[in-house]
């Protein structure tokens, strides 16, 4: 039985991960992957047209799966519950380790591409907007003007927690108290910016930097050529999706709750991961109404 193109796909991405991380990016050849891949060249580049934007598949996909266990942790819960939050940034950790991509950074933080550079400094932006828009959850109205201050000291802060624990200590990492201890400070450094109006960035300056909020017509043109393949539950909740953009107010939370099942549908048909890269466009123009 012939595999799907799907599963070919992927079988190429996890040989690709797999040889950048035991061999380097640059000592592994094209001809490595399809070697290991069993697949032809014909294939690959059916795919991709080079190695650099099989590297950016493999972090887009676990971007992807990210985003994905992110809104299963938020479904059904308060928006305001820190140790959601706590988890959802968990997630990011759970993900790269699972994924074993700590090599695969390192080597695009050290090297001189710009594409790769770029691409890697808009997933870390992407990440400083989400984690703003969920301390404005998590804290209230009063604090957004202060929220994109506050995403980039907790980031820092977890990050810097991280190195120290993996460089001084020989326990296992724990995540979730590392970024619990981080919360917990958060706690008290937000109080003290709101108080005393203390500003650094702004969320000015975050809109300023990142205005690439995809368009209503940008997000429906890409919905409508989305492939839902044999999943009839996709096509009907990508069919809602778009009536609902096309209201001259969609409503919200309905849109977020069918955008969950979607996403959910996606995974479980094992349909194309890329499928989840529109969701998040669409959760993007969702924060903008």
């Known amino acids: 039985m012939l595999l799907k193109l799907q599963d070919r796909k992927r079988r190429v991405l996890l040989s690709a991960q797999k040889l ?12 490595d992957i399809l070697d290991d891949s069993k697949v032809s060249k014909g294939t690959f580049y059916n795919y991709f047209s ?17 985003i994905a266990r992110r809104a299963k942790l938020q479904h059904h819960q308060q928006p305001n519950d820190k140790h959601v939050l706590e988890k959802q940034i968990a997630a990011r950790f759970e993900v790269a380790h699972e994924h074993n991509l700590l090599p695969l950074f390192e080597y695009i933080r050290h090297s001189d ?19 703003t828009s969920r301390l404005v959850d998590i804290y209230g109205k009063e604090a957004k003007l202060y929220a994109f201050d506050c995403a980039i000291i907790f980031l820092g802060i977890i990050q810097q927690l991280f190195h120290i624990w993996r460089t001084y200590t020989n326990k296992k990492i724990q995540p979730t108290a590392i970024i619990s201890y981080a919360m917990r ?4 450094i937000i109080v003290d910016l709101i108080e005393n109006n203390d500003l650094l960035f702004g969320d000015n300056w975050c809109e300023n930097v990142s205005n690439q ?29 778009i009536d609902e953009l096309n209201l001259d107010k969609p409503r919200k939370y309905i849109l977020h709750s069918v955008l969950l099942s979607l996403r959910q549908e996606i995974l479980d048909s094992q349909l194309h991961v890329e499928s989840l ?13």
């Open 213 to 241: 909020t995809p368009s209503k017509q940008q997000i429906v043109r890409e919905l409508t050529d989305l492939s839902c393949e044999n999943s009839q539950k996709a096509k009907e909740y990508v069919q809602f999706i």
């Open 50 to 66: 080079s190695k650099k934007e099989c590297l950016i598949a493999i972090l887009e996909a676990a971007q992807n799966d990210t």
């Open 20 to 31: 950048f991380i035991q061999k380097g990016f640059n000592n592994t050849s094209i001809q």
């Open 113 to 131: 591409d710009y594409e790769l550079q770029q691409f890697v400094k808009q997933y870390h932006f992407q990440e400083i907007k989400w984690l």
């Open 277 to 289: 890269a529109i969701l998040s466009k669409i959760e993007q123009y969702l924060e903008q109404l």
């Open 185 to 188: 400070r958060i706690d008290k």
